[in-house]
């Protein structure tokens, strides 16, 4: 069953000049963008039911995911300050086209708690819909993001595995299928917040900052010393 995403009327906000070159090959969704009738295909109809009641549990997850982590990790908890705090998220949460870093940071169960070296991600539009490919790593999710209230955006899509070319469609293989929530937790600082975490973890979570672009005749802000 291949599922696509809506129409998006979505805030470039300051960062319209993130969508500067990317710095690996453009992303590749498989699933192609449709409509229901003259209506965007909200993320409720695409999700399957597994996934609907992951997100909707994700309070719960959020509160023994951190009561999980062990007392000797804590201060390296608390020091991703707004990144992992449940209430951070910010109004205006839909991601401008263009590459990010995304840094995965693991915690609960028997990951206790990691935070790895930054990958690459890029958001793009395609066909007035906004695509979601991480770029770089081992663990490479990629999908579409979706409206949702004014405080986050819906991801829904798939892992694509080590030597496959291509992710499976939403839907094709359950086993591959993942689903999480973004939002924006700080200027130029967003979170990518998934279904499903890895290695025994109990939540996967993608910080998003976008990549510097250099903009020509663009001045910085602050003189180089």
């Not at 590749?28 to 549990?57: F, L, N, Y």
């Not at 924006?184 to 279904?195: H, K």
Request: glycine share 8%; net charge positive; charged share 20%.
């Amino acid at each position: 069953m291949r599922r696509a995403a809506p129409l998006l009327a979505y805030s470039m906000l300051a960062l319209a000049g993130c969508a500067s070159a990317p710095l690996a090959p453009p992303p590749t969704v498989v699933a192609s963008a449709v409509t229901v009738g003259s209506e965007p295909t909200a993320w409720d109809v695409v999700a399957t039911p597994a996934d609907k009641q992951r997100i909707a549990a994700m309070p719960a997850i959020w509160a023994r995911a951190r009561a999980a982590v062990p007392r000797r990790l804590a201060a390296k908890l608390k020091a991703e300050g707004a990144l992992i705090d449940p209430a951070a998220a910010l109004e205006a949460p839909t991601l401008p086209p263009g590459p990010y870093h995304c840094r995965l940071v693991r915690f609960g169960g028997r990951a206790g708690f990691a935070s790895y070296a930054p990958d690459f991600c890029y958001v793009e539009v395609e066909k007035d819909s906004l695509a979601f490919t991480k770029q770089t790593g081992t663990n490479l999710p990629v999908g579409w993001l979706y409206p949702d209230t004014d405080r986050r955006q819906i991801f829904i899509g798939s892992f694509k595995r080590p030597g496959e070319i291509t992710a499976p469609a939403y839907g094709d293989n359950p086993v591959q299928d993942v689903a999480g929530v973004v939002e924006r937790v700080a200027p130029f600082r967003w979170r990518l917040v998934l279904t499903q975490a890895g290695k025994g973890a109990m939540l996967d979570i993608y910080e998003l900052v976008p990549v510097t672009p250099l903009v020509p005749g663009a001045r910085p802000a602050v003189p180089a010393p």
